[in-house]
């Protein structure tokens, strides 16, 4: 499964489940889905525009539990505001047993 022209960066998914390659020559990103025996699949869209000539490409999943943190770093600097909690101590306690 070839990708675009000059491909330079690639990233799977924490999952295992997608692959993403960056193409330097014609400035797009190639998605794949992988399969269980480790086939790719092309997304659709199999190419999306990705800036004027990408290098690298990094997979950032978003939490889960949407409202909630899912580590330490988002409770700090004022971050445990946003979640609601009344202080850091309590957003990391959060973050450490889920509850």
Same mark, same amino acid.
């Given at each position: 499964?070839?990708? *675009?022209?000059?491909?330079?960066?690639?990233?799977?998914?924490?999952?295992? !489940? !997608?692959?993403?390659?960056?193409?330097? *020559?014609?400035?797009?990103?190639?998605?794949? @889905?992988?399969?269980?025996? *480790?086939?790719?699949?092309?997304?659709?869209?199999?190419?999306? %525009?990705?800036?004027? !000539?990408?290098?690298?490409?990094?997979?950032?999943?978003? %939490?889960?539990?949407?409202?909630?943190? @899912?580590?330490?770093?988002?409770?700090?600097?004022?971050?445990?505001?946003?979640?609601?909690?009344?202080?850091? *101590? $309590?957003?990391?306690?959060?973050?450490?047993? $889920? $509850?």
């Amino acid at each position: 499964m070839p990708a *675009g022209s000059a491909p330079e960066g690639v990233a799977a998914s924490p999952d295992g !489940s !997608s692959l993403y390659v960056t193409n330097n *020559g014609d400035s797009t990103l190639s998605q794949y @889905t992988i399969g269980a025996n *480790g086939q790719l699949s092309p997304k659709q869209p199999a190419t999306v %525009p990705a800036g004027a !000539s990408p290098v690298d490409v990094a997979v950032v999943v978003a %939490p889960v539990a949407a409202g909630k943190p @899912t580590h330490e770093a988002q409770c700090k600097h004022g971050g445990w505001q946003k979640y609601k909690f009344t202080n850091q *101590g $309590r957003c990391i306690a959060y973050v450490k047993h $889920r $509850r």
